[in-house]
């Protein structure tokens, strides 16, 4: 069975710093997704940025980016330019590229703390 | 708004009782997801619908739980002879099926339905 790690349960960034969250994860399959999602307090999750594993270039979206190290099986997330609307609980998640198969596995999560 | 949208978003009930929450997913996505989000942990998967049938469930979901997307549209979870164990938030996600954008693989989440059961 999969299982992803968030081994930070809480980190702090500077505003205008950069902050880099880790995730790992275990699987014996090949082929797959990985996802940040982030979760604002009382408000619903939403899509960061995503990675497919056949890919090796790494997934950027603005200020996000991804360090994706197929081997070592690590995924982590960096914030460039952190802004106060960055706080948050930031999930990484994977998904089996398998057909009939579409659910996430989520991490217990990082929670980011952004000090003006 | 055309979100997901989940009613109702927060629900306190006795031990024992029944409990039902709906989802209205993204009007054009066949996909459909319930997970359980308790205190301090990440969404765990409970079930998965594609259309109207009910492909996949999770260990989790045990025989108190039923979930159903009689029409695949909208989708109800019950959870029957509600336990002090059953207090979480219960998300909801929808995803495209079909087309590019199914092609993401992006869940869409609902803001959630957060249970106590007193």
């Known amino acids: 069975a999969q299982t992803v790690t968030q081994s930070q349960p809480e980190m702090s960034v500077q505003e205008a710093e950069t902050v880099t969250l880790s995730c790992t994860y275990d699987?014996?399959?090949?082929?797959?997704?990985l996802f940040w999602y982030k979760q604002p307090p009382s408000r619903q999750m939403i899509l960061v940025i995503r990675?497919?594993?056949?890919?090796?270039q790494n997934a950027t979206e603005n200020r996000f980016s991804v360090n994706f190290q197929k081997a070592a099986k690590s995924f982590s997330l960096k914030i460039s330019d952190s802004q106060l609307g960055d706080a948050a609980m930031y999930f990484c998640?994977?998904?089996?590229?398998?057909?009939?198969?579409?659910?996430?596995?989520f991490g217990t999560g990082t929670r980011l703390k952004v000090l003006a | 708004d055309t979100g997901v949208s989940q009613n109702p978003r927060h629900k306190i009930t006795k031990r024992g009782q029944n409990v039902t929450f709906r989802c209205d997913p993204i009007?054009?996505?066949?996909?459909l997801y319930w997970y359980r989000q308790t205190l301090g942990q990440g969404p765990e998967f409970l079930t998965y619908?594609?259309?109207?049938?009910?492909?996949?469930k999770s260990r989790l979901l045990s025989d108190r739980f039923s979930a159903e997307r009689p029409k695949g549209s909208f989708s109800t979870l019950e959870i029957q002879r509600t336990e002090q164990g059953d207090s979480a938030m219960y998300l909801c996600?929808?995803?495209?099926?079909?087309?590019?954008?199914?092609?993401?693989?992006?869940?869409?989440f609902g803001p959630g339905t957060r249970l106590t059961v007193l």
């Open positions: 990675q497919e594993a056949y890919k090796q």
């Open positions: 619908f594609q259309n109207e049938a009910q492909l996949e």
């Open positions: 699987t014996s399959e090949s082929d797959y997704y």
């Open positions: 996600a929808s995803s495209p099926g079909f087309g590019v954008d199914s092609k993401r693989n992006e869940q869409f």
């Open positions: 998640a994977y998904r089996s590229a398998g057909s009939g198969t579409y659910k996430y596995i």
């Open positions: 009007s054009e996505h066949n996909r």
